[in-house]
Every structure is written in structure tokens, then in C-alpha cells.
């Protein structure tokens, strides 16, 4: 189709209507004409509907049917809607929140989990999913850390690569779906955690650690891009010139969408940058986003910035275009379903297959943090008690698309499915509410924990007190749960706790009375089975956290990467004074990035190197051997940070740089090698580029950021 001719055609109203994205909700045009609801609201007239060029929140293939009929009759140039969706993690079949996938530090897992949403999603009608959303999370208090795949940028960066080619695939095939990575840029910085809040922070932070996902998605051949709530320096990121067309445009070649977030192009007033709605337009337009999210302004403002000479045709044009584009790439004007198809979707979601990998990925994410041999479980257990408000519930947390929480396996469920001759006991002991003091169901489930042979408890949060909006000034357990934990571990000892949690929460006062604990996250429609697989051993555990559990609040923001100080505090140990230090609780966090354990133990050499230096073309390869000192099979990830010693722009004591997972029989022994080489030196200089500087640098592999034994590398001119 020739799109520019097509462009040509169309009304400045209708190339605007391109660049205007509404729910659902509002493209019901009635009989008569009227528009009312929601459309009305936003003072829409019927042509604007009509014409519009995108929407988002509907359910299922036959809606988006139904939608799209209505549109291709009303629609003056036939251009069909682009429909989006927020398959966060999974579309009906749900997996475990990215956080968790994150903790996983599995490429492949990530991608075999985006691929099987994006085949329910297109059945469903989807084509463009929001989603990978990669932003830098360093503040568990911010409900959004769920979304996040953690406080690395590495691993956010491969992650994101990962789940734009599951996404996408060659977007050829006809399961193939558009990703749109999120926010650009920066949402994870908020300060305080406070969703929606300002974000200030120097270039060399903002370069260093939270514009690389971004970039990784970009070069990952992401089809859009969309813009983050918060100001970021000053200015808010629907309008921000410099970050959507210098950065992502010119420096990056982003040649694709860009849409604004919910809203985002109108709040710029709110914010204080734009005194009316027309000015919002302006900015916006002159950043270069294209489609507006579920506002009105480029529709009702942008006619008259035309007139005036503000904005000029030709860069509506090409905004129009982007847009034409990704629906002619994605075949819309030949059929505007694609493959939605209620039936299909139907069989498809939620199929063994899908289940499957669902399982796997709860089975993968699950941290075990502690485990004093309580674990694991002894299959033969005759009697068991799942304690705690989340015993008998499906946890699919936020963002959960087309999820059902009834659709998915509970514990107790799970425990059964696993041990059916075992008799399942469920008792709530007190309810999830964030600051629950009632203790009053305690003693029964203290009874149940006595007479049980083995006690499964389960606390933490609901799916609703982390995601968008859910930020939390305490993250700690209520005080009712800490109360069923220690009265029911007092009762039987031989007790697992499993946490359910959106982000990392501060356990200091508690965590010394649970002899195990398993963060399971928000882990999906198969999360029942998959935790009843770990408890008992039919799986090993071998996920690691992707954020740091800080012991208590006062630590945040509590990341492994940050730097030394002049006056650095090695240790909790000791008492020094005038050094960089709280003398309350000491500057360890909880658990570090990168910890987690297994039922297996394993055994890392220190690294040896094939040469101590590297030059720009000659890179060195670092070797461990690893060893399963257990008898039993497990998978162990090795993580390769690398520290710079003294550089013209201070560097972290270590920033992760690779990571492989090993899997090891009992007993067997593996060399594992690493690559380095100089572009993992790099870093943004004084000279507002990355760069790397000659000097000395350490080498960690090791299977935690806090452990290991390091090596020196050397970075030369000349060998
Ligand atoms: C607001 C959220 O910030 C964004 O992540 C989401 O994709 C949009 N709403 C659309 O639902």
C-alpha cells in the first residue's frame, strides 16, 4: 500500500485521530450518532471515533471483533485500529510477575514465557502488547518494583532482549506480536518510592544504569516505545525533547511509535511545565511522541498550533506515518483481525502447554532464602497444615491481563495435587490486610500447626498492594503476621514459610524465627504446583534475588553496585567510628542481589585467567571450575562482576558483566568460562560517551554479588 499517498487523503482531524489512542470504552459510536460516556467526557465528536487509530482494554478476540467491524464501517479511509494490551506476565495464562522472572536469571525462560503470551494475545486480538517494561528499580517501596526485572542494569538490559524476542519473534509469524518498552525513561528512580514522583539524577546515573534496558530493547529491534509519568530533570518525559528525539531518535535510531502513558501528555500541566492543554500538544509533538494515550489534546489543540506555524504538517505526517507503518508491517490492511479468534483463544489459553510453562517459570523464579534443614519436605508426610491468608488462593498478581486468581493453583491445592494420599488442612490464622493487628484466628491455626506433621505458611502481600499506584512507606509483614509466624513455628517447627511479595520487604525481627523461607512473588496460575514441587524436593530451587532486601527501611535505596566513600564501612562487625555507617543496624542489607540457595552445594574456584591483560582487541577468558558437593542434581548461576580500581569518574565496588546457569549433577564438576573483554569497561566519562580507561580492574565469579574470590585484570595500551 502506498502510505503516503493514502496520508496524502486524509484530513488533518483523521491524521490526528491516528495519533490518538482511546479505550475501549469510548469508540462506541450509537445509533443515533451520540457520544456519550466516556467519549463524551473527553468531548470527542463522532468523526474523531470514527477515525481513531488505536485502543486498549477490551476483552478477548471476540470484542476486539466487534470493535473493529464497527470501526472499519465508521472509519472515512478504512485504516483499521491497532489493538493494545497490558499482557504484563501473560495474558490468561499467567507467570510469574518480571520480578520474578528477573530472579530467575534465565534468558530462555523469560523468551519462552513472552512467546507463549504473545500466541494467546494475538488469538485474543492483541497487537501490540505494553510490555517489556525495563525500568531501573533501586526503592522497594515503589509498587512498581513487581514489573521491574530488578536493580541491574545487565540483567535488566538481557532481560528485555529476551522478552522483546519472544514478543516479537521476526514479527513475521503470524503469533508474532509488537513490544512496547516502558517507561522511558527513568520511572524506577521516583524518589522516596512514591509512584508518579520526581526523578532528579546526574547523566553519568541516568547513562550508567537506567537508559541501558532501554537501549537493549531498542537494539533488540523493539516496535515502540512508550513514555514514563514522572519528570525527569525538570522536565516531564511525554515532552522531553532531548530523551524521546535526541536520545531515542537521533543517538539510538528509534525509527517506531512512541506513545505517551495514560494520560501522561495532559498531566504535563498538572506537573507545572505546560499552562494549557494546548501547550502540553506543542511539547509533545515537538518531542516527537506520536500517539497520545487517552486525552484529547493533539485532536483539540494541535488544528490551531498548525495555523499559528507551531507545529508544521510534515512532522504530523510522519508521526502518521510511523503509525501506518507498524499496521502495514503487521498486515492489518489485508485482514484487520489478524488471528483473533474466540474459539482458538479459548483452547489455547490456559492449555497444558502453556501451563507448563507457566510452572516451570514459578518453579525457576522461587528464592529459597533460608532453610535451617527444614526442607525439604519429606514426601511421606501424612498430615499437612497450609497456614496463613494466602493458604487456598490463586496468586497472580498485578497486572494479571485476563488472569483469573480462581484459575490458578492455590498451596494447598498445589500440596495436594502432589500428595493426594496426605490430608491438606487450610486455616487463614488472620487476614492479609496491610496493617492487620487482629490475632484473633491465630490460636486455631496454632492448634492445626500442632497437630500437623509438616506446616506450610504462607504471608506476605496481596497482588494489589504492590503494582501502579501501590507504593508502601513500610514494607514490613503486619503485625498479625508476624504474630502467626511466630506462634505457629513455636507450635511445630518442622514450618516453611512461602512469601508472597510484590518487591523485597524488610524481615528483620522475624526472619530469625522461620527455619525456611521461600519468596515465591506473585508466581502465576501454576504457582500452587510449582511451590509444592520445590517444598518437597521434586525440584531444586536455583533463583536469585534481582533486588536487595534491605533489613529496614532506613537502608533505602540499598543496591549491591554503588560505591566506596572516602570512608568506607567493610562490615557490620566491628564498631568504627566517623565512617560511612548506621549505627543502629549496620549498612548490610538483609539479603544481597544475586543471593538465593539451593538444596545442592556448590564449590567455586577462584577464577584463573588465560592472560592478566586485555587490550581493545584482545580479550582474556577467566575460568572457574564449580563443583556439586551434594548429592543432589542442581543448577547453580555463576555471575561475573567486574570492579574498576580507580577511574576519572569514581566506579562501583562491582557491576554485574555476564551471568550462566550451570546445571550439576550430584557430585559433578564443571569448567565454566567467561569472557572478558573491553567494552565490559566501559563507562560514561567526563567526555559524555562510554569509555573505557586503562588501568587495573577486579574479577568476581561467583554464585552471589557478596562472595567470591577476585582476581586482578589488567587494561592496556599494548600487550
Ligand atoms: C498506565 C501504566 O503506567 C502503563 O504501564 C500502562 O501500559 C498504561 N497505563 C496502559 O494501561
Not at 518510592?193 to 546515573?205: A, K
Not at 575460568?623 to 561475573?640: F, H, M, P
Given at each position: 500500500m502506498n502510505l503516503k499517498q493514502?496520508?496524502?487523503?486524509?484530513?488533518?482531524?483523521?491524521?490526528?485521530?491516528?495519533?490518538?489512542?482511546?479505550?475501549?470504552?469510548c469508540l462506541s459510536v450509537t445509533a443515533s450518532g451520540a457520544i456519550s460516556g466516556p467519549a463524551g467526557e473527553l468531548a470527542l465528536t463522532k468523526e474523531q471515533v470514527s477515525a481513531t487509530g488505536s485502543t486498549l482494554n477490551y476483552i478477548g478476540a471476540d470484542m476486539m471483533k466487534g470493535i473493529q467491524d464497527e470501526h472499519m464501517q465508521n472509519d472515512p479511509n478504512k485504516i483499521p485500529l491497532l489493538f493494545m494490551q497490558d499482557v504484563i506476565h501473560g495474558y490468561r495464562t499467567i507467570y510469574p510477575i518480571p520480578l520474578a522472572i528477573g530472579a530467575s536469571f534465565d534468558d530462555q525462560l523469560a523468551e519462552d514465557c513472552c512467546r507463549m503470551a504473545a500466541k494467546e494475545s494475538a488469538l485474543g486480538g492483541v497487537h501490540v502488547v505494553f510490555s517489556p517494561m525495563v525500568d531501573l528499580a533501586r526503592d522497594p517501596r515503589w509498587g512498581r518494583c513487581m514489573e521491574t526485572t530488578g536493580e541491574d542494569p545487565y540483567l535488566n538490559s538481557q532481560m528485555a532482549r529476551a522478552m522483546v524476542r519472544g514478543y516479537q519473534g521476526k514479527m513475521k509469524g503470524k503469533y508474532d506480536v509488537a513490544a512496547c518498552v516502558k517507561h522511558f525513561a527513568c520511572y524506577g528512580g521516583a524518589e522516596a518510592?512514591?509512584?508518579?514522583?520526581?526523578?532528579?539524577?546526574?547523566?553519568?546515573?541516568l547513562q550508567d544504569y537506567y537508559l541501558p534496558a532501554y537501549k537493549a530493547a531498542i537494539d533488540e529491534d523493539v516496535e515502540m516505545v512508550m513514555t514514563s509519568f514522572n519528570l525527569l530533570n525538570g522536565v516531564p518525559s511525554s515532552g522531553n525533547k532531548w530523551l524521546m528525539n535526541d536520545t531515542l531518535r537521533k543517538k539510538w535510531g528509534f525509527d517506531g511509535i512512541v506513545i505517551s502513558d495514560y494520560n501522561a501528555i495532559r498531566e504535563m500541566n498538572m506537573h507545572g511545565y505546560c499552562a494549557t492543554e494546548k501547550d502540553c500538544a506543542e511539547k509533545s509533538i515537538k518531542a516527537t511522541c506520536d500517539i497520545e494515550m487517552r486525552s484529547a489534546t493533539y485532536l483539540q489543540q494541535v488544528p490551531n498550533l498548525i495555523i499559528e506555524g507551531k507545529i508544521k504538517m510534515k512532522d504530523i505526517d510522519k508521526a502518521v506515518l510511523r503509525v501506518l507503518k507498524l499496521k502495514e508491517k503487521m498486515g492489518l490492511f489485508e485482514n484487520p483481525y489478524l488471528v483473533a479468534d474466540g474459539e482458538k483463544e479459548e483452547k489455547v489459553c490456559l492449555c497444558k502447554e502453556h501451563?507448563?510453562?507457566a510452572r516451570k517459570a514459578a518453579e525457576k523464579s522461587a528464592v529459597?532464602?533460608?532453610?535451617?534443614?527444614?526442607?525439604?519436605?519429606?514426601?511421606?508426610?501424612?498430615k499437612v497444615a497450609v497456614i496463613g491468608p494466602f493458604a487456598d488462593k490463586g496468586m497472580i498478581g498485578f497486572w494479571a491481563c485476563l488472569g483469573?486468581?480462581?484459575?490458578?493453583?492455590?498451596?494447598?491445592?498445589?500440596?495436594?495435587?502432589?500428595?493426594?494420599?496426605a490430608t491438606v488442612t487450610c486455616q487463614e490464622g488472620c487476614s492479609s490486610k496491610l496493617n492487620e493487628t487482629d490475632i484473633?484466628?491465630?490460636?486455631?491455626?496454632v492448634e492445626l500447626a500442632k497437630e500437623s506433621d509438616i506446616v506450610i505458611l504462607t504471608v506476605g502481600e496481596e497482588a494489589y498492594h504492590s503494582g501502579e499506584g501501590n507504593s508502601r512507606a513500610e514494607i514490613k509483614l503486619s503485625i498479625a503476621q508476624q504474630t502467626l509466624i511466630k506462634q505457629v513455628v513455636k507450635a511445630n517447627p518442622k514450618t516453611a514459610v512461602v512469601l508472597f511479595n510484590g518487591r523485597p520487604l524488610v524481615l528483620n525481627g522475624i526472619i530469625d524465627d522461620m527455619p525456611a523461607l521461600v519468596d515465591a512473588w506473585q508466581p502465576g496460575t501454576e504457582g500452587g504446583n510449582a511451590i509444592a514441587n520445590l517444598l518437597f524436593g521434586k525440584v531444586n530451587f536455583s533463583a536469585k534475588l534481582p533486588m536487595t532486601f534491605p533489613k529496614t527501611e532506613g537502608q533505602i535505596p540499598i543496591y549491591y553496585n554503588s560505591f566506596r566513600t572516602g570512608r568506607p564501612k567493610g562490615d557490620d562487625s566491628s564498631d568504627a567510628?566517623?565512617?560511612?555507617?548506621?549505627?543502629?543496624?549496620?549498612?548490610?542489607?538483609?539479603?544481597?542481589?544475586?543471593?538465593?540457595?539451593?538444596?545442592?552445594?556448590?564449590?567455586?574456584?577462584?577464577?584463573?585467567?588465560?592472560?592478566?591483560?586485555?587490550?581493545?582487541?584482545?580479550?582474556?577468558?577467566?575460568?572457574?571450575?564449580?563443583?556439586?558437593?551434594?548429592?543432589?542434581?542442581?543448577?547453580?548461576?555463576?555471575?561475573?562482576?567486574?570492579?574498576?580500581d580507580y577511574a576519572s569518574l569514581v566506579r562501583p565496588v562491582k557491576e554485574l558483566k555476564d551471568y550462566k546457569k550451570v546445571m550439576l549433577k550430584a557430585g559433578e564438576e564443571k569448567t565454566v568460562k567467561f569472557k572478558i573483554t573491553e567494552e565490559m569497561l566501559r563507562f560514561w566519562s567526563a567526555n559524555d560517551k562510554f569509555e573505557s580507561e586503562y588501568g587495573s580492574f577486579t574479577?568476581?565469579?561467583?554464585?552471589?554479588?557478596?562472595?567470591?574470590?577476585?582476581?586482578?585484570?589488567?587494561?592496556?595500551?599494548?600487550?
Open positions: 493514502l496520508i496524502k487523503k486524509m484530513t488533518l482531524e483523521q491524521k490526528l485521530a491516528q495519533l490518538s489512542q482511546f479505550t475501549a470504552d518510592g512514591r509512584d508518579y514522583n520526581t526523578v532528579d539524577m546526574s547523566m553519568r546515573n501451563r507448563e510453562i529459597l532464602l533460608k532453610n535451617n534443614g527444614v526442607l525439604p519436605f519429606d514426601t511421606s508426610a501424612k483469573k486468581a480462581e484459575e490458578a493453583v492455590s498451596v494447598a491445592q498445589g500440596v495436594k495435587n502432589l500428595l493426594p494420599d484473633s484466628g491465630v490460636e486455631k491455626a567510628g566517623y565512617c560511612s555507617r548506621y549505627q543502629d543496624v549496620g549498612n548490610l542489607p538483609l539479603f544481597p542481589f544475586g543471593y538465593g540457595l539451593s538444596y545442592s552445594t556448590f564449590q567455586i574456584s577462584k577464577p584463573t585467567l588465560s592472560t592478566n591483560v586485555i587490550t581493545k582487541k584482545d580479550k582474556l577468558v577467566a575460568e572457574v571450575t564449580v563443583k556439586n558437593t551434594s548429592n543432589v542434581d542442581g543448577e547453580v548461576v555463576l555471575q561475573a562482576y567486574i570492579g574498576d574479577l568476581w565469579i561467583s554464585d552471589c554479588s557478596d562472595t567470591g574470590e577476585s582476581v586482578k585484570v589488567e587494561y592496556v595500551k599494548k600487550r
